[in-house]
């Protein structure tokens, strides 16, 4: 098993920055790569962007691309969603995900065995 702990969301104005974190422990050994999406009130849950744990490649959805960057930290078993250039848009809860499966798709939720409980982001306009 492998548990996940985001931290890092909050109220920002539109134009401003955030940082999430996400904490891995457990069986980390067996993560192969991890993901963060997110759902806003009303809406289903979407991708936001992807990394396989050693950092090797990223995804991004194209709302995002060129204001978020996502990162790895292995020696602290902890993913970064760096956040820029903030809209309102933006705002949901965000959800860490892990997967030790390898061969699917990145941006599907189902491909994610462990999930984060999640973290507020509010962008205010």
């Known amino acids: 098993q492998v548990q996940l702990v985001e931290s890092g969301g909050g109220l920002v104005q539109a134009g401003g920055s955030l940082r999430l974190s996400c904490a891995a422990s457990?069986?980390?050994?067996?993560?192969?790569?991890m993901a963060w999406f997110r759902q806003a009130p009303g809406k289903e849950r979407e991708f936001v962007a992807g990394?396989?744990?050693?950092?090797?490649?990223?995804y991004y959805t194209g709302s995002v691309k060129g204001r978020f960057t996502c990162s790895t930290d292995n020696a602290k078993n902890t993913v970064y969603l760096q956040m820029n250039s903030l809209k309102p848009e933006d705002t949901a809860v965000y959800y860490c995900a892990a997967t030790p499966r390898t061969g699917l798709s990145t941006v599907v939720a189902g491909s994610y065995d462990y999930w984060g409980q999640g973290t507020q982001v509010t962008v205010s306009s």
């Open positions: 457990g069986r980390t050994f067996s993560i192969y790569a």
């Open positions: 990394i396989t744990w050693s950092g090797s490649s990223t």
